[in-house]
């Protein structure tokens, strides 16, 4: 259940804080005085997207937060436990919408993408707009409404994973077939280009190592140089060398240490050094022999780094990437060479994949032979009670075949309604008359309603087009839905008020800079006022004042049986 809403720097609005109930509450106010406003903020606080014009005027960012209370909403809740979002019974949704169109969503404080927003306000509130009547004649909305009432989302969602599956498997086993069509020259490229690879037989890490020995020969006059110089200043020079004096030093402390014995250890430090410069000396000698060595290396790096690189160069790529490309190359033609084998087992995959969707698709279809009877019942009931007696709506399901085969399953549904006992039954989509589609439209959202795991409806304005008694029927019909579930309505129609359980009066307020909205909830007296201004318009008489009254207190009396009726 919606517990509270708050709206800050929307459109016309400054800030509002409204607090709802459970049961039937409306809200109405003067036109143009904002009422769909609060019904916009709830859908933008829910994930829908935003038009221009969102933010207030000289303000930042736009900021949207409702509270559910969760205490008897099982699947939300199971929701957000499934995705680490928890917070006891509680819900806290928020949505933060900056003037250059950024948008931010949040549940119970972490924020999350406004696809995560969306599917759990889904979940938690329905909002049936002023303008749905409109849309009404659209065969995927006849379908989706049909399989709202008849619970089929689960079924829906399993037949949509199928044809996927399906349709995924159909694509590679075409992608397998049309590559077998030019299958031997492919083959033949392939097995090429992996012959050329096994020849060059390059192995992990050679590259590198080529490279590296390369400069190093090719610097070899600046090593052997470099190093002569080096061997002369250790142990070769006929000068004074490292060695040389490492040797006297160690004489010198050999003999000073027979008068201090604490110059010992560092005597025994001078021998290791002189040791390790000996040492030293040996591997740089090797070293400098090893570059004179096998001068015909130094042709064969140069060839053989020509040769990687020419490999590298016909397939566009670095040469330390050859590797990979070999491997793909390897890849490829494994899979060309079993080919055959490939496609037999992705045509078996089809077939089952076929099958499994076309058996979801044929539940489906049950399912909505099912729904289609209780709903076209329960709406020419509806009917009846709305003004349109002897009225007939009826659900047309019809079934195609394979070739027809879409993610929503294979039906074709539409719906026909007959305004007047005698008329065959047509196309809703070719009904004439607005107050008939208007009606027609209110029958279905309630009984779609009734239907349905949400536990709050939002009607805004969809009783527009009817009047008298028939709008009494509307408020009556909200009222009992009221019972099972949080209803708001936003309406026009007195008769409608006065059925509510709570009644909020939206008022637009300007003081000749600015404009901004008030919602106030109405207390008895000021119910009365209200209704009695939107019986008489813009001169209240006394005597419509009693009448708005007198109709209050029907009004009341039916809540109190419907409550009695209920418990």
């Given at each position: 259940m919606l517990r509270s809403l708050q709206v800050r720097n929307f459109a016309i609005v400054d800030e509002v804080n409204v607090d709802f109930a459970a049961g039937m509450t409306v809200l109405t106010g003067e036109t143009g005085a904002g009422k769909s406003i609060l019904v916009d903020a709830l859908g933008l606080v829910l994930g829908e997207r935003g038009g221009l014009g969102i933010v207030r005027e000289g303000t930042k960012?736009?900021?949207?937060?409702?509270?559910?209370?969760?205490?008897?909403?099982?699947?939300?809740?199971?929701?957000?436990?499934?995705?680490?979002?928890?917070?006891?019974?509680?819900?806290?949704?928020?949505?933060?919408?900056?003037?250059?169109?950024?948008?931010?969503?949040?549940?119970?404080?972490?924020?999350?993408?406004?696809?995560?927003?969306?599917?759990?306000?889904?979940?938690?509130?329905?909002?049936?707009?002023?303008?749905?009547?409109?849309?009404?004649?659209?065969?995927?909305?006849?379908?989706?409404?049909?399989?709202?009432?008849?619970g089929l989302q689960s079924l829906l969602k399993s037949c949509a994973d199928a044809f996927a599956h399906w349709r995924a498997l159909a694509d590679e086993l075409a992608e397998v077939n049309a590559a077998h069509a030019d299958r031997e020259a492919r083959l033949e490229l392939l097995e090429f280009q992996v012959q050329e690879f096994d020849a060059l037989d390059l192995q992990p890490e050679e590259l590198p190592a080529l490279k590296a020995e390369r400069q190093k020969r090719q610097n070899s006059g600046r090593l052997a140089d470099g190093l002569s110089r080096v061997l002369d200043d250790m142990y070769d020079g006929e000068s004074a060398t490292a060695q040389s004096l490492l040797g006297t030093a160690c004489q010198t402390l050999s003999s000073l240490s027979s008068y201090d014995e604490t110059l010992a250890p560092t005597h025994q430090l001078l021998e290791e050094a002189g040791i390790q410069v000996a040492e030293a000396t040996d591997i740089l000698r090797r070293y400098r022999e090893s570059l004179d060595a096998d001068p015909n290396r130094q042709e064969w790096i140069e060839e053989r780094l020509d040769a990687i690189q020419s490999i590298a160069r016909k397939h566009k790529v670095e040469a330390e990437d050859?590797?990979?490309?070999?491997?793909?190359?390897?890849?490829?033609?494994?899979?060309?060479?079993?080919?055959?084998?490939?496609?037999?087992?992705?045509?078996?995959?089809?077939?089952?994949?076929?099958?499994?969707?076309?058996?979801?698709?044929?539940?489906?279809?049950?399912?909505?032979?099912?729904?289609?009877?209780?709903?076209?019942?329960?709406?020419?009931?509806?009917?009846?009670?709305?003004?349109?007696?002897?009225?007939?709506?009826?659900?047309?399901?019809?079934?195609?075949?394979?070739?027809?085969?879409?993610?929503?399953?294979?039906?074709?549904?539409?719906?026909?309604?007959?305004?007047?006992?005698?008329?065959?039954?047509?196309?809703?989509?070719?009904?004439?008359?607005?107050?008939?589609?208007?009606?027609?439209?209110?029958?279905?959202?309630?009984?779609?309603?009734?239907?349905?795991?949400?536990?709050?409806?939002?009607?805004?304005?969809?009783?527009?087009?009817?009047?008298?008694?028939?709008?009494?029927?509307?408020?009556?019909?909200?009222?009992?839905?009221?019972?099972?579930?949080?209803?708001?309505?936003?309406?026009?129609?007195?008769?409608?008020?006065?059925?509510?359980?709570?009644?909020?009066?939206?008022?637009?307020?300007?003081?000749?800079?600015?404009?901004?909205?008030?919602?106030?909830?109405?207390?008895?007296?000021?119910?009365?006022?209200?209704?009695?201004?939107?019986?008489?318009?813009?001169?209240?008489?006394?005597?419509?004042?009693?009448?708005?009254?007198e109709m209050l207190a029907k009004g009341g009396r039916k809540i109190v049986a419907r409550k009695r009726a209920t418990r």
């Open positions: 960012r736009a900021e949207f937060s409702a509270e559910f209370d969760l205490a008897d909403h099982r699947v939300a809740r199971d929701w957000l436990v499934d995705q680490a979002l928890d917070l006891d019974d509680e819900c806290i949704l928020r949505r933060v919408i900056a003037a250059d169109g950024r948008s931010r969503a949040f549940i119970n404080g972490n924020a999350v993408s406004l696809q995560s927003l969306k599917s759990l306000g889904e979940l938690l509130l329905d909002i049936h707009g002023q303008h749905f009547h409109q849309s009404l004649g659209h065969r995927d909305v006849q379908r989706n409404l049909l399989d709202h009432f008849g050859l590797g990979e490309i070999r491997d793909r190359l390897r890849t490829q033609l494994d899979e060309l060479r079993n080919a055959g084998k490939r496609s037999t087992q992705l045509g078996n995959e089809v077939s089952d994949a076929q099958a499994q969707y076309l058996q979801l698709a044929s539940d489906l279809s049950a399912g909505r032979q099912r729904a289609a009877g209780k709903f076209g019942t329960a709406v020419t009931n509806a009917m009846a009670g709305l003004g349109m007696p002897g009225g007939v709506f009826e659900v047309s399901v019809e079934s195609g075949s394979a070739d027809e085969a879409r993610a929503w399953g294979m039906d074709s549904i539409e719906y026909l309604i007959s305004a007047n006992p005698g008329q065959k039954p047509t196309a809703l989509a070719k009904v004439a008359s607005g107050g008939e589609l208007s009606r027609m439209s209110l029958s279905i959202q309630v009984i779609a309603s009734d239907g349905s795991q949400i536990p709050t409806m939002v009607f805004d304005e969809v009783d527009s087009g009817v009047g008298g008694g028939v709008a009494e029927m509307v408020g009556r019909r909200l009222c009992e839905l009221g019972a099972s579930r949080q209803v708001l309505c936003v309406t026009h129609l007195a008769q409608v008020a006065v059925q509510a359980d709570n009644h909020f009066r939206i008022n637009k307020m300007t003081d000749g800079k600015s404009t901004r909205i008030g919602v106030a909830l109405l207390n008895k007296d000021e119910r009365v006022e209200e209704l009695a201004r939107m019986l008489g318009g813009v001169e209240i008489t006394q005597r419509t004042r009693e009448h708005a009254a």
